[in-house]
């Protein structure tokens, strides 16, 4: 049914709604996958401030905060579009009563197509509370939406913590849902890349939406990329091509790497795409935030300790873990807690990185952060973890810590294959062919990793060292020992983002900590 409104409905039918939606926004968020805050106590929700972006799509741009039992508080864009009978934000319904729904906006495509309307016209949108949504087009989204907003509006269907629009396919939106006060990293690192350097395997950033509150702080609400046409992510392109490989009869441990090549040659491209971009990120010498620094021992330290405490954390977390967890996960936890002597040791690995340099990095790299091209790939999301503070996200660091991420991600492919053999991702006819219905074997999908893991990085190393990289540890030994660190560190972080929010994939960090030593 077309989404209208009866002629007599007054304007303010946001009075009546809106104090509905507050009630009900607690569980609506808990039920979002970008919502960070399920495993705390939610003490309140309230809306802080609102902005009508265009009457006719009776819709508001609204901000909300939720505040939690322990005195903390997080800021999250939930935009709101209220539609008559059947309307197509009953994707995402929040509140109905009568005939009204109330429900998610970013489900609307009228909400969507105005949004891309304020960016291509450089608005700038008065808040409630008095502050300013300032829309900024960097000049060429004139030209490639010369017809107006596009007709096709559709939503990215992948898990994520943000919110992705097509447009026609020409454009995306990526719509930040936590929304924090400061510098976006994404926004200084696409510029840097795109406006700076050579490096060409990143989305073109041609616009942004910023909040600047009625106290001045600023924070970004969302970023306009060209849409770069491809063959999927990282991780579904992985997760096809390793199932079909377990999947097949004669896929013994010896022809693994014969019959994985074009996979594995793949992922050493994926190695050497991920060079250059670390390449890149440290030719910004005498650039402001950009410049890298030499790592010396008090980051080693400071780096070292925050581990330890989040460790330490973590290994509380473990111990007080509920009884209505799976055997397997609390055998893990078992082993993890006898052997965390071990653990502790393996931080000492960061040693390797001193002398060598800090720089500007990807800050959350993994499989399902790249997109698989015709002949290469090209690297998203460039926000950093969402987990860490937006200081923690822009610092410098090693970029070793998005190398350790992508290898981290290669373990959550083997695992994720072996748990769940039967996927709703798609495997090609002509694999599906050689494939028989043939169990996978652990021991075959660690073989598979083992060679994954070497393919990337041996790429990886080999152009950074013949680039001269300052910023790669001088020995072999130094690398691995840094490496196993800062996977740690990655192991650590997935451990608190799966007990908050998946822990049914807990079995996957904890089995990581179980087995390094």
């Not at 939606?21 to 979002?32: I, S």
Request: aromatic share 6%.
């Amino acid at each position: 049914m077309p989404r209208t409104r009866p002629r007599d409905e007054p304007r303010s039918v946001w009075d009546e709604a809106l104090p509905r939606v507050t009630r009900l926004l607690p569980a609506f968020l808990a039920g979002q996958r970008w919502f960070g805050g399920k495993g705390r106590s939610v003490r309140r929700v309230k809306l802080v401030d609102r902005a009508d972006l265009r009457r006719a799509d009776h819709s508001l741009l609204t901000i909300v905060e939720v505040s939690y039992a322990d005195q903390s508080s997080e800021r999250y864009l939930v935009p709101l579009a209220v539609t008559y009978g059947e309307g197509s934000v009953a994707a995402a319904p929040i509140v109905r009563y009568g005939a009204v729904t109330i429900g998610d906006a970013f489900w609307d495509d009228g909400f969507c197509r105005a949004l891309l309307r304020a960016v291509q016209r450089g608005a700038q949108v008065t808040t409630a509370r008095g502050g300013t949504l300032v829309f900024e087009s960097d000049g060429t989204l004139g030209a490639r939406a010369s017809g107006g907003p596009p007709a096709d509006v559709r939503r990215v269907g992948a898990e994520q913590s943000n919110t992705s629009i097509i447009y026609g396919g020409g454009l995306i939106l990526k719509a930040y849902r936590r929304i924090q006060v400061g510098v976006n990293p994404e926004l200084e690192i696409l510029r840097w890349l795109t406006q700076d350097t050579e490096f060409d395997h990143v989305p073109a950033l041609v616009g942004q939406v910023e909040y600047r509150a009625p106290n001045g702080s600023v924070s970004s609400v969302a970023v306009l990329q060209t849409f770069v046409p491809n063959e999927g992510d990282g991780w579904s392109w992985t997760l096809c091509e390793l199932r079909a490989l377990l999947g097949a009869a004669n896929a013994v441990a010896a022809g693994l790497a014969e019959r994985g090549h074009s996979y594995f040659a793949g992922l050493a491209e994926l190695g050497r795409v991920t060079a250059r971009l670390h390449l890149a990120l440290a030719s910004a010498g005498g650039v402001r935030d950009f410049t890298p620094e030499p790592i010396v021992r008090t980051d080693v330290e400071s780096w070292g300790s925050s581990l330890a405490a989040r460790l330490d954390a973590v290994l509380g977390r473990l111990r007080a873990l509920p009884d209505e967890h799976s055997a397997p996960v609390h055998v893990l936890v078992e082993q993890v807690l006898r052997s965390e002597a071990r653990r502790r040791a393996l931080i000492g690995g960061l040693d390797g990185l001193l002398g060598v340099a800090k720089t500007r990095l990807h800050g959350d790299f993994h499989l399902g952060q790249v997109l698989k091209t015709t002949d290469s790939f090209v690297i998203l999301d460039f926000e950093g973890e969402p987990l860490r503070s937006l200081a923690e996200r822009r610092a410098l660091h090693t970029p070793l810590r998005d190398v350790a991420g992508l290898l981290r991600s290669l373990s959550y492919a083997r695992h994720v294959a072996v748990r769940s053999p039967s996927s709703s991702v798609q495997i090609a006819p002509e694999a599906a062919r050689d494939a028989e219905p043939v169990a996978p074997s652990a021991d075959l999908a660690a073989t598979w990793e083992r060679l994954a893991r070497q393919a990337f990085l041996e790429a990886y190393v080999e152009a950074c060292r013949a680039a001269r990289a300052v910023f790669l540890p001088r020995s072999d030994q130094a690398l691995a020992g840094a490496l196993t660190a800062l996977e740690l560190d990655k192991a650590v972080y997935e451990l608190e983002y799966e007990l908050d929010n998946r822990p049914h994939l807990l079995e996957i960090p904890l089995s990581f900590l179980a087995e390094t030593h």
